[in-house]
T-cell receptor
Framework: AQKVTQAQTEISVVEKEDVTLDCVYETRDTTYYLFWYKQPPSGELVFLIRRNSFDEQNEISGRYSWNFQKSTSSFNFTITASQVVDSAVYFCALRGVIQGAQKLVFGQGTRLTINP | DSGVTQTPKHLITATGQRVTLRCSPRSGDLSVYWYQQSLDQGLQFLIQYYNGEERAKGNILERFSAQQFPDLHSELNLSSLELGDSALYFC???????????FGEGSRLTVL
């Protein structure tokens, strides 16, 4: 079965601190994709990044960076110099092939609060 | 703006009623997905359509049904509503394969 675990339910930090959101996944598929989505207080789900199972190169986009380690089945997300606007619920998700269908399975989310 | 349009944004109704949620995917996307987000269950996959055909089913109740029309828009029908059906219902679309899903803003359903 495919599963995504985000062990951190809530994180609260002070602005400008760095923060890492953990994501651990389980899958038997050899080809799969990992994603991060952001859900700000307004409620919409915003796509942040997609990573395929064959590409373990870390990625950086501005203050955001992602660390994919296949050996530990982890896909962690770091925000550097956090800002109040980063406050949101962040979801890690996995997409592979389950019984011939390509489903996107989400973790339970991590609620990140950045305090001024 | 993801390009996925959902209506209505908010809906309040009573138990036992029936509602229809509508979704227009991004231009060119053939796949439409429905997800339910409730406080205790997180984001749950309900159903997927690809070019008008049902492709995958998740934790969708028998009281719920969906379809995708020839113009690719989709509707999620929820009937015999219960208090527990109150949730945020998301539609998402994708070009297909294992690509990312783009989500609409959601339809918040409140059942009283």
């Amino acid at each position: 079965a495919q599963k995504v675990t985000q062990a951190q339910t809530e994180i609260s930090v002070v602005e400008k601190e760095d923060v890492t959101l953990d994501c651990v996944y389980e899958t038997r598929d050899t080809t799969y994709y990992l994603f991060w989505y952001k859900q700000p207080p307004s409620g919409e789900l915003v796509f942040l990044i997609r990573r395929n199972s064959f590409d373990e190169q870390n990625e950086i986009s501005g203050r955001y960076s992602w660390n994919f380690q296949k050996s530990t089945s982890s896909f962690n997300f770091t925000i550097t110099a956090s800002q109040v606007v980063d406050s949101a619920v962040y979801f890690c998700a996995l997409r592979g092939v389950i019984q011939g269908a390509q489903k996107l399975v989400f973790g339970q989310g991590t609620r990140l609060t950045i305090n001024p | 703006d993801s390009g996925v349009t959902q209506t209505p944004k908010h809906l309040i109704t009573a138990t036992g009623q029936r509602v229809t949620l509508r979704c227009s995917p991004r231009s060119g996307d053939l796949s439409v997905y429905w997800y339910q987000q409730s406080l205790d269950q997180g984001l749950q996959f309900l159903i997927q359509y690809y070019n008008g055909e049902e492709r995958a089913k998740g934790n969708i109740l028998e009281r719920f049904s969906a379809q995708q029309f020839p113009d690719l828009h989709s509707e999620l029908n929820l009937s015999s509503l219960e208090l527990g059906d109150s949730a945020l219902y998301f539609c998402a679309s994708s070009v297909g394969g294992l690509r990312e899903l783009f989500f609409g803003e959601g339809s918040r359903l409140t059942v009283l």
